[in-house]
T-cell receptor
Framework: DTAVSQTPKYLVTQMGNDKSIKCEQNLGHDTMYWYKQDSKKFLKIMFSYNNKELIINETVPNRFSPKSPDKAHLNLHINSLELGDSAVYFC?????????????FGPGTRLTVL | EDQVTQSPEALRLQEGESSSLNCSYTVSGLRGLFWYRQDPGKGPEFLFTLYSAGEEKEKERLKATLTKKESFLHITAPKPEDSATYLCAVQAQGGSEKLVFGKGTKLTVNP
């Protein structure tokens, strides 16, 4: 009964490739997020969707494109991967926008670009 | 710009030795302050939300407090299983849902 799940757990790929990370939540939440945690463990917001609508886009390169097919899923597609994209990517969800609702995080996807 | 600073970066305690972690923040109107625990190789695990100065919350050996400029996470008689990185984050008023995180405090509790 995992609340927020991500696949894959680990992703190792070559520079220039395109890859996707999938996220699903079974909490019935309306809002989902992508965060990036760099090598110094600093966690920073990338995107947020509320009911399939993009509400936060934090100056992320346009090689990164989130896609939300429904409110339970938020996928992250990355084109032309670069060395600097290596990090741990976390998906999160919260009940609704506009309130200090708790954000629940997935287990993370460790992306390594060689 | 909203900012969160946590101190110390790392803290080593003996089992049973109580201490506090600090989270200083600057935000243009606080909607909520959050504490999370992160174990190696895992996602952040929610601990507490504090909404206004003077508020306190407790869970087992942990107690979180909030003032207008900072929050403290007090750990009473810690055990080795409390070893983790503790993350503080703020959410500002004004429509953005994002959490702004500090860099965390890595706590090690030795038996």
């Amino acid at each position: 009964d995992t609340a927020v799940s991500q696949t894959p757990k680990y992703l190792v790929t070559q520079m220039g490739n395109d890859k996707s990370i999938k996220c699903e939540q079974n909490l019935g939440h309306d809002t989902m997020y992508w965060y990036k945690q760099d090598s110094k463990k600093f966690l920073k917001i990338m995107f947020s969707y509320n009911n399939k609508e993009l509400i936060i886009n934090e100056t992320v390169p346009n090689r990164f494109s989130p896609k939300s097919p429904d409110k339970a899923h938020l996928n992250l597609h990355i084109n032309s991967l670069e060395l600097g994209d290596s990090a741990v990517y976390f998906c999160a969800s919260s009940q609704r926008a506009g309130r200090a609702d708790t954000q629940y995080f997935g287990p993370g996807t460790r992306l390594t670009v060689l | 710009e909203d900012q969160v600073t946590q101190s110390p970066e790392a803290l080593r305690l003996q089992e049973g030795e109580s201490s506090s972690l600090n989270c200083s923040y600057t935000v243009s109107g606080l909607r909520g302050l959050f504490w999370y625990r992160q174990d190696p190789g895992k996602g952040p695990e929610f601990l507490f939300t504090l909404y206004s100065a003077g508020e306190e919350k407790e869970k087992e050996r942990l107690k979180a407090t909030l003032t207008k400029k900072e929050s403290f996470l007090h750990i009473t008689a810690p055990k080795p299983e409390d070893s983790a990185t503790y993350l503080c984050a703020v959410q500002a008023q004004g429509g953005s849902e994002k959490l702004v995180f500090g860099k965390g405090t890595k706590l090690t509790v030795n038996p």
